[in-house]
T-cell receptor, first 114, second 112 residues
Framework: DTEVTQTPKHLVMGMTNKKSLKCEQH?????MYWYKQKAKKPPELMFV???????INESVPSRFSPECPNSSLLNLHLHALQPEDSALYLC?????????????FGPGTRLTVL | KQEVTQIPAALSVPEGENLVLNCSFT??????LQWFRQDPGKGLTSLLL???SQREQTSGRLNASLDKSSGRSTLYIAASQPGDSATYLC???????????WGAGTKLIIKP
């Protein structure tokens, strides 16, 4: 199984809502990532978890809160977002620092903030 | 600071042609380089990964080369098909901390 799954596929939320994005992988990878991608731009790294511990936070606003409950699951909790946060949110996983460390990406969640 | 550039930004060719996409990077101290494909509004699919000690990787009609000393990689697509139409991104890992530095991508259109 070389698949990373993300739910939901699409999400529309108001600026006062609280919602969560979910990412799951069953490849035994111990590094998981959240990226944000705006249209016609490359992905921007937001967070990296390594062995279920947050190892990198790229100065992301606190309205984005990541969580890694176990080695297969990664969540991104959203609260009080702004319209400029509308983007494609991508999750990825890999072996941390191994030789075969290709990052496997999920299909993404298309987020629209009204 | 590592920077990755992809040229051209867009490319349109007739079906059946062989083509080359280019990726250049400013710092040759890389751990690996990856080529990805992204269809509109979709996630990314890893196509090829080249470790810093390798010169090329092949998968089907795709061949990626790496020249660290000159800071260049190419993605060669043989006998292009309309299904190859997508945006192709290259990304380098500057060291073993698995942070990818991305190029802006090349949007490829294969005309039937």
């Amino acid at each position: 199984d070389t698949e990373v799954t993300q739910t939901p596929k699409h999400l529309v939320m108001g600026m006062t809502n609280k919602k969560s994005l979910k990412c799951e992988q069953h490849m035994g990878h111990r590094a998981m990532y959240w990226y944000k991608q705006k249209a016609k731009k490359p992905p921007e790294l937001m967070f990296v978890y390594s062995y279920e511990k947050l190892s990198i936070n790229e100065s992301v606003p606190s309205r984005f809160s990541p969580e890694c409950p176990n080695s297969s699951l990664l969540n991104l909790h959203l609260h009080a977002l702004q319209p400029e946060d509308s983007a494609l949110y991508l999750c990825a996983s890999s072996h941390p620092g191994g030789v075969a460390d290709t990052q496997y990406f999920g299909p993404g969640t298309r987020l629209t903030v009204l | 600071k590592q920077e990755v550039t992809q040229i051209p930004a867009a490319l349109s060719v007739p079906e059946g042609e062989n083509l080359v996409l280019n990726c250049s990077f400013t710092d040759s101290a890389i751990y690996n380089l990856q080529w990805f494909r992204q269809d509109p509004g979709k996630g990314l699919t890893s196509l090829l990964l080249i470790q810093s000690s390798q010169r090329e990787q092949t998968s089907g009609r795709l061949n990626a080369s790496l020249d660290k000393s000159s800071g260049r990689s190419t993605l060669y697509i043989a006998a292009s098909q309309p299904g190859d139409s997508a945006t192709y991104l290259c990304a380098v890992t500057p060291d073993s901390n698995y942070q990818l530095i991305w190029g802006a991508g090349t949007k490829l259109i294969i005309k039937p």
